[in-house]
Nanobody
């Protein structure tokens, strides 16, 4: 069983930076994608950024140029560097891992709160 533990959320002023981390315990396999989603009350959960086990990345338009996703395959950890934060980035950020194989498995972290004050 894979468990995801997130850290790095908090309160920051607009224009500031935060770095989120998500460490996966257990095997996530050699073919997988690690991603970050966020949820704001009253809105649907939305994808923020993703990185494949091969290193390909993708970003939502609203974070392009401001956020950077990366991963450490030795540590099974994914990071989200968030720069130039805006009040509208305020949300609970969730780590997500999808492991590909004969059967596919999906895992979610517990979420970490990011609050950006104006």
């Amino acid at each position: 069983q894979v468990q995801l533990v997130e850290s790095g959320g908090g309160l920051v002023q607009a224009g500031g930076s935060l770095r989120l981390s998500c460490a996966a315990s257990g095997s996530i396999g050699s073919s997988n994608v690690m991603a970050w989603y966020r949820h704001t009350p009253g809105k649907q959960r939305e994808a923020v950024a993703a990185v494949t086990s091969g290193g390909s990345t993708s970003y939502a338009d609203f974070v392009k140029g401001r956020f950077t996703i990366s991963r450490d395959n030795v540590k099974n950890t994914v990071y989200l560097q968030m720069n130039s934060l805006k009040p509208e980035d305020t949300a609970v950020y969730y780590c997500y891992v999808k492991r590909f194989g004969v059967l596919n498995y999906e895992y979610w972290g517990q979420g970490t709160q990011v609050t950006v004050s104006s």
